[in-house]
C-alpha cells in the first residue's frame, strides 16, 4: 500500500488550522507520507481556481518535495433535483471532466466520486439511474484522460456493500472502481474483515480515519429519567484508538487483493482541536500505526 494524505485535513472546514495547497504537499512530505489527494475544491483544487499556472505550481511542489499526487477529490451528490430546468448533473458531469484533465496534468490516476443521497422528490429508483447514468457518461470522458474514478461509500445510494457492488455492477465501465472505506461499514454493522476482502478486487483507494461513539440521551423529567437517543454521536480520534477495528479490515482488503492507495484524512473535529500541532500529531500517528501494523510491500 502506499500512504497518502488528503489535503481536506488541513482545508480549515471545520475550524482546525489552514494550510494552501503547496505548503499542505510540503507538510505531507515532511511527515513522511508518499502521496497525497488534493480536495477538488476551494481552498485547494477548485476548477473555478485552477488555471496553467496554479497547477504548474502545484506540480513543482510535487517534485520539489518529492511526492506524488493519485487522487484528487471529487464532491458529487448524483439525485435529481426537483428543479428540473436546472442542469444539476450536467454540471457535476463538466465539474469531474475538469478533475479528470487536472488529474491527468498532475499525474494522478484517480478521481474519488460519491454516489448519490436519497431524495423526497423522486424515488429510489429513479434515484438509482440517475448515478448509474451519470457515472457511465462521467467514466468515459475521465477515460480520454487515462483516469479511473473511484465511487466512496459515502452518500445513501450503495453504502451497503453489496447494494455498491450492484449499483458497480450497472455502470459497467473499466474505469469505474471503488474506494472502500471502513467507517461507513463499521457504522452500520457489517463485519469489516469479510466485507473488505469481498470489495478489495474492486477496490483502488482506502480512506481511514478512527472515531469513538459518544452515546445520546434525552432527558424525561416527568419521568426523572433518561431516554435513549439514536444514533450515537461519533467524534474522530487517533488512528487504532477507536471502535473502527483496522486490523481486521486491512487484513481482509489484503486477502483479497488490495494493494493500492491507503488514504489518512481528518474530515471532522478531532479529538484535541485543530491547531496545526494536533493535525501533525495525528498524521504522523497514522504513519506509524500503519508500518507497525498493516503495511505490505508496493
Request: charged content about 20%; aromatic content about 12%; glycine content about 6%.
Amino acid at each position: 500500500m502506499k500512504l497518502s494524505l488528503f489535503s481536506v485535513s488541513y482545508a480549515g472546514y471545520w475550524g482546525q488550522d489552514r494550510l494552501n495547497v503547496t505548503d499542505f504537499i510540503a507538510k505531507a512530505a515532511k511527515l513522511g507520507f508518499e502521496s497525497v489527494m488534493l480536495a477538488g475544491k476551494r481552498p485547494h483544487l477548485s476548477p473555478l481556481d485552477a488555471n496553467e499556472e496554479y497547477v504548474a505550481a502545484i506540480s513543482s511542489a510535487l517534485s520539489a518535495n518529492n511526492i506524488s499526487c493519485e487522487v484528487i477529490a471529487g464532491y458529487t451528490d448524483l439525485s435529481p433535483l426537483a428543479a428540473s430546468e436546472v442542469p444539476y448533473l450536467e454540471m457535476q458531469i463538466d465539474y469531474i471532466t475538469n478533475l479528470a484533465r487536472m488529474a491527468n496534468r498532475l499525474g494522478a490516476g484517480y478521481v474519488r466520486i460519491f454516489t448519490a443521497y436519497e431524495s423526497s422528490f423522486q424515488g429510489p429508483q429513479q434515484v438509482w439511474q440517475s448515478v448509474v447514468s451519470s457515472i457511465r457518461e462521467m467514466c468515459d470522458r475521465a477515460a480520454e484522460y487515462d483516469v479511473t474514478l473511484a465511487v466512496q461509500n459515502h452518500h445513501d445510494v450503495g453504502v451497503h456493500s453489496d447494494v455498491l457492488l450492484e449499483v458497480l455492477h450497472d455502470i459497467d465501465r473499466p474505469n469505474c472502481k471503488l474506494g472502500y472505506d471502513a467507517w461507513s461499514p463499521a457504522l452500520r454493522g457489517e463485519d469489516l474483515y469479510d466485507c473488505a476482502k469481498k470489495m478489495a478486487h474492486h477496490t483502488v483507494i482506502t480512506t481511514n480515519a478512527d472515531y469513538v461513539r459518544l452515546p445520546r440521551y434525552h432527558y424525561r423529567p416527568e419521568l426523572i429519567n433518561y431516554e435513549r437517543a439514536h444514533p450515537d454521536l461519533v467524534r474522530a480520534v487517533q488512528f487504532g484508538t477507536g471502535f473502527i477495528d483496522y486490523s481486521a479490515f486491512f487484513r481482509g482488503l489484503q486477502e483479497g487483493g488490495f494493494s493500492g492507495i491507503a488514504n489518512y484524512e481528518m474530515c471532522s473535529p478531532i479529538r484535541g482541536g485543530g491547531k496545526i500541532e494536533n493535525l501533525d500529531s495525528y498524521a504522523a500517528h497514522y504513519i506509524n500505526w500503519m508500518r507497525e501494523n498493516h503495511r505490505s510491500p508496493n
